[in-house]
């Protein structure tokens, strides 16, 4: 954790020491009464937390906030929802990344079941965006939504620059070498098993252009690491 990051009510009351946030800044940041530690506002500033005593079930804080708030990046993924521990990965690393949102679609080729998973329905989710912003030192975490398809997802997309997707077998060109074309873009990744050939008549109907990242078949964090990168630079982000 790199900057340690609470929701707005939870800076109005104490912290239980078996949280761990409050873990990391015991035994890790090796923080003591009056000292100070690295915190930020959900969506909101950074500034510095200050444990003001600790007690024998919890630590009582105190915080201090700048007056900016950092931005997300003009990014959007939108991605096959693959199984549950690649999703994770995901969705920690994307959030590193500061993508805006992230919309999984339920894809041609990829199982129903994956819809169904803890990850989701128990709002698991959220920790691991959470994670990924923590590592950045940023307090804005993705947006994320599940949608029933491929046709729902590009529907619910707002209009951009940039519009490309990953096709290791139908790309017509390199990511590196597409043109940045203006401020914001969209990246589509497919499922395990790629697009189906409706799914890519779609795209190509929505203004995506096919691209790849080279002859290798990646796996899926890898190819939606990769591709985010890479869009980042087009647009001088990174």
Known sequence: MNLILFSPDE???PLPLGDPRAVHILE???REDGESFDAGLIHGPRGKGW?????????????????S??????????????????ARRIL??????????????????????YRESRLWSTGEYRRHLIEGAQQAFTTRIPSVSLDAGLK???????????????????????????SSGGPDAILAVGPERGWSRSERNLLRAAGFTLVHL???????????????????AKLGRL
């Not at 708030?69 to 690649?86: D, W, Y």
């Not at 997802?153 to 390199?174: F, I, N």
């Open 11 to 13: 800076t109005e009351k």
């Open 152 to 178: 729902a997802c590009l529907d619910a997309l707002p209009g951009s620059s940039v519009r490309v997707a990953l096709d290791v077998y139908e790309g017509t060109g390199a990511l590196s070498g597409i």
């Open 28 to 30: 890790h940041l090796r």
């Open 51 to 67: 444990i003001e005593k600790r007690l024998p079930k919890e630590l009582r804080l105190r915080f201090t906030w700048e007056g």
């Open 92 to 113: 920690r690393e994307a959030s590193a990344l500061g993508v805006q949102s992230i919309r999984f679609f339920t894809a041609d080729k990829g199982p129903a079941s």
């Open 69 to 86: 708030v950092p931005a997300s990046e003009p990014v959007i993924l939108a991605a096959g929802i693959p199984r549950p521990q690649t």
């Open 214 to 232: 080279g002859e290798r078949v990646l796996r899926s964090d890898t190819a939606c690491v990769s591709g985010l990168t890479l869009v980042l």
